[in-house]
């Protein structure tokens, strides 16, 4: 798999040896333009190869840019730091649903957008077969708009 970007965060590529915890490792390519912001970008690439049991995790920066209950932004360390010590599975679905439920954890007051997008082909020793892929989108809340009779 071949993924291109515009200045986005690390992309997170999840292995999980067998009966061994998830290794996350982060890839930024060289590169690459904020999309939009020229009439001629330039996106860097990188490819990947999934093995069964592995997974990528693509997020907004909203994720990273999320504060803690300390007032610190999350940050790639904090967010490599959650994937390695999660014990779930390396599969797309668990992931998002993991990394939501971080964000729940996590203060509303002081957050941005965040959209989680993970693949993931499924470990050899599972009935499952094929590819899963899994989104999920967070606005944070603003205010209520005016009702108009």
């Keep these: 798999m071949t993924v291109a970007t515009g200045g986005h965060p690390p992309i997170y590529h999840l292995s999980a040896p067998t009966g061994q915890a998830i ?3 982060a890839s930024r390519p060289k590169g690459g333009m904020l999309i939009g912001a020229l009439a001629e970008p330039r996106f860097a690439a990188t490819t990947f190869r999934l ?6 995790l693509l997020y ?7 504060r803690t209950e300390t007032g610190d932004m999350l940050g790639e360390q904090g967010l490599t730091a959650f994937l390695t ?3 779930g599975p390396a599969g797309a ?4 649903e993991d990394t939501v439920a971080l964000i729940d954890t996590l203060p509303r007051d002081a957050g941005d957008d965040v959209a989680l997008l993970a693949l993931s082909v499924p470990a ?5 077969d094929g590819a899963a892929v899994t989104a999920h989108t967070i606005a944070p809340a603003g205010p209520t708009p005016e009702k108009h009779p």
């Excluded at 093995?51 to 990528?56: F, I, K, R, S, T």
């Excluded at 907004?60 to 999320?66: S, V």
């Excluded at 679905?93 to 998002?96: E, Q």
């Design 85 to 87: 010590e999660r014990s």
């Design 93 to 96: 679905t668990a992931i998002v």
């Design 23 to 25: 290794r996350p490792q």
């Design 60 to 66: 907004t920066d909203g994720l990273t840019e999320a």
């Design 51 to 56: 093995a069964p049991g592995e997974a990528l």
């Design 124 to 128: 050899a020793d599972t009935d499952v």
